[in-house]
Structures are given as C-alpha cells and as structure tokens.
C-alpha cells in the first residue's frame, strides 16, 4: 500500500516538498495508519488530538497513546481536552457536530498558530461511501453525491482512494497498533449503522457492487462537474445585473429541461432552498406579476416579463427636516441643505430638489411612500396618484419600495430622485430657495 500512496499523493500533488503540515489523529487505525505513512514518506508533520471527555479513562487512554507515539517518532503533539456535553448545550447542537465543530476551530487554531501548511486528515474509501449514503438519505442533490475531495482549502484527505480493508492490511504488515473506539461498534448512530447492517446487506447484492457504486458516484462526480460549466455559461448570457437587482427574462427559462434545477443554483447562494425552486418554476406557468419568493435577505419578484431578484429593502423609519438643516441622511446616501434668495438658474438634476422655501411648511417629512399618496409633478397642473407616476416611469418593483419621498403638511413636495411637485418649484415670484443635492 505504501507505493501506491505515494503514487497517489503525487499525482494528485497534495503535498508540497518543504512544507510542514498538521495531521488529526485520535488514535484510531485510519489516523495512525496515516501518521505512519506520512512518516515513512519523509513528509514533516505535527499531530493535534482532542480529548472530548466522552469516554473517560477510554478517552484519557487515547490521549496518552497519540502523545506516546509522537514522542517516540520525535514529532510535536498538540492537544485539546474539551467538556463535549457542555458546548453541545451552550450552542444548541448534538454531541456529535460538537464535537466536529471543537475538533476544527482546535485544527485550524493550531495550524494557523504554528504556520502549517494545511490540515491533514484519514478519512478513506469506506467513509467516502458512508458519507454520499447518508446525503442521500437526508435529500440531496447532485453535489452531495460528490463525497469528499482530496483537498478543500487547508484541508487534505489523502487516502480517500483506500478502503478501510487496506489500512488494516497495513496496519498489520507493518506492525502498527492502535486504539479501538468501542463506540465504533455501536448502531446508536447513522453512520455506524449504515456501516454495520445497510452498506453491508448491499455489497452482497453482488459480488463487484462496492466497486460499481465507486465508479458510479466517479461518474456522477464528472456529469455534476460538466452541469456546472455549462450553467454559469448560461448564467452570465441570460442574467444582467443593474443597480444591485438581477433580471432574468422568462424566455430564457421558460421549457428549458431541468429549469428547476437550473433557478436553484442561481439562487441557492441568496438562500434559497429547492422546494422554492421548485415552487417557482410551477408559478412560470402562469405568470401572476408581483407573485413573490423570500429568503432570510433576498426576494424574488416575477414582473411583467422577468424574474426580479433584489435585497430585501431595509425598514426606513423616516426623518425629520427642520427649517435651517444642513444636511440630512437617507439609506441610498448623503445629502447636503443650502438656502438662499432666488437662483439665477434651475437645478434639474432629478437628484437634487430646488424648491420655494416659502411654499415649504415645516418641519418637513422624509419618508417611504405610501399606497394612496398624490402628488402634482412638475409640470403637471392635476394630481395623480404616485403608485401611477411610478408605473408610468418604470421602477421595477424592488426599486419602488425604496421610493421616498419629501413631505410639507400633507402635500408631497419631491419624489425623492425622481421629480419635485409642481407647487413646490422655483418661480416668477419666489424669493428664498432651498436646494437640497446629493453627496
């Protein structure tokens, strides 16, 4: 087995000549089987063991096996005796992903701390298997049944390619001991069970099912990696994104095979799930415009003829102009206050607001608008209704519910960014000006 590490850690280039790197090791077969190639191999390394106190004088006595053993090989043991039941409460999670969690802020603690150039650990063949058989039993798509990789980030996972039969193998060839985790044996859990009764009721399907099951996940591993290059490539010719909000038009995702899958990974980095996917894709065939889909930050719109998806708009509690400010705050940025006699010449810069501060009554409102608000824009002699200014000036949805507007008593004065009202505007007869530009 030792060549054919070799062979592996070289062509999949894992290591590299010169660096140091940290090994996890409980003192199982899989991690001391691991140390004792790495060492055999001339690769430099140091060893980090947790404790997690499940186990008493069991756990104590791999504490003291992993430190007896990286003293005899002149390699530096880092270890971390953890109360296990105790951050399980405190953060809410079973004892098993308190324990993930302890075991790799420790690892990365360490690695960071000494310099290390990544973060070795033995999960192998049998674990590959275990793993991609429990994603599909929580439900899973197609990226949990790529397993693990060889490396992710710090993370290395050299003997992906050797079954737990081939360690032990080793492991005896070479004389190795090791600790044994009577829990291992239990079926309290998932994985022990899967790996004592339901992957071996399997293999005796057939004689070759384990290898055929290996190659299969290979395949599906590709054809996910193949899907993959081919969506961003229709991503980036079908989505745009202006302002901050991304449209995708209905034709580039109405009929298309797998149109379902393909609207789940555009949105699953916005938090969206596949029953949502799901669920809109059904909703494409019969557009109801202004239908809408949340995640915890983003949304989702179907308009008029695209897909609408947006931040969704922070609450505006609204602010208060008295007569005299300077400058004031919105959301959407900084905008400064001055007052002064009739201009010589008019701001119509829509971001901007040049008004008659005598038609002003203050202090004046800055807030969202409002289902039923009214307003004259300028130019216009007769109210209309702002919900109609807004369609007649197409703002996308997203875009409207960040609208504000400036208010005096009870008439609006500015929509915010887009126009000021009629009555409000600098004219023959004002004489003091406020002008209000954004920053």
């Not at 609207?263 to 916005?270: G, H, S, V």
């Not at 800055?366 to 009214?374: F, K, N, P």
């Not at 008593?409 to 004002?430: F, Q, S, Y």
Request: net charge neutral; glycine share 8%; charged share 25%.
């Amino acid at each position: 087995m030792y060549n054919a590490f070799i062979s592996h850690i070289q062509q999949r280039k894992l290591f590299e000549p010169g660096k140091r790197y940290l090994l996890a090791c409980s003192g199982g077969l899989d991690s001391m089987a691991l140390a004792h190639l790495l060492h055999t191999a001339g690769i430099p390394f140091e060893l980090a063991h947790v404790n997690f106190g499940l186990r008493d004088s069991e756990s104590d006595g791999d504490e003291e096996f992993v430190k007896k053993w990286g003293q005899g090989h002149g390699i530096p043991v880092h270890v971390y005796r953890a109360n296990t039941k105790e951050w399980a409460e405190k953060n809410g999670v079973s004892t098993q992903m308190a324990a993930r969690e302890i075991r790799y802020q420790f690892f990365e603690e360490i690695r960071s701390k000494h310099k290390l150039a990544g973060i070795v650990v033995a999960h192998q063949e049998d674990d590959q298997l275990e793993t991609i058989f429990l994603n599909l039993a929580r439900g899973t798509g197609i990226e949990g049944l790529y397993g693990m990789s060889d490396r992710r980030g710090e993370l290395i996972r050299p003997l992906l390619s050797f079954s737990r039969a081939e360690l032990a193998a080793y492991a005896e060839e070479v004389q190795l001991a090791w600790r044994e985790d009577r829990s291992n044996a239990s079926i309290d859990y998932k994985r022990n069970k899967l790996r004592h009764q339901g992957l071996p009721a399997l293999y005796s399907l057939e004689p070759d099912t384990r290898q055929n099951l290996l190659q299969s996940f290979a395949r599906l591993k590709d054809t996910g990696k193949a899907f993959s290059g081919l969506f961003e490539l229709w991503k980036v010719a079908h989505v745009r994104e202006e302002r901050g909000i991304y449209f995708l038009a209905y034709n580039a995702i109405n009929n298309m095979p797998g149109a379902a899958t393909l609207l789940y990974f555009w949105l699953r980095p916005f938090g969206f799930n596949s029953d949502q996917a799901h669920a809109l894709e059904e909703s494409l065939k019969e557009i109801k415009s202004g239908t809408l889909f949340r995640s915890m930050e983003y949304e989702v719109c179907l308009d008029r003829e695209e897909l609408l998806l947006y931040p969704i708009a922070t609450p505006f509690s609204g602010v208060e102009l008295y007569k005299g400010a300077a400058n004031f705050d919105l959301p959407e940025g900084h905008y400064e206050v001055t007052y002064g006699a009739k201009p010589e010449s008019i701001d119509r810069n829509p971001a901007h607001a040049m008004l008659d501060l005598d038609c002003l009554e203050f202090p004046l409102q800055l807030r969202s608008w409002q289902e039923g608000d009214r307003f004259n824009p300028l130019g216009m002699t007769s109210e209309k209704k702002l919900s109609d200014f807004l369609i007649d000036n197409k703002v996308p949805l997203p875009l409207k519910k960040e609208v504000k507007v400036l208010v005096s008593g009870n008439r609006i004065a500015w929509v915010v960014g887009m126009r000021i009202a009629d009555w409000a505007k600098v004219g023959p007869v004002t004489q003091k000006s406020m002008h209000i530009q954004k920053r």
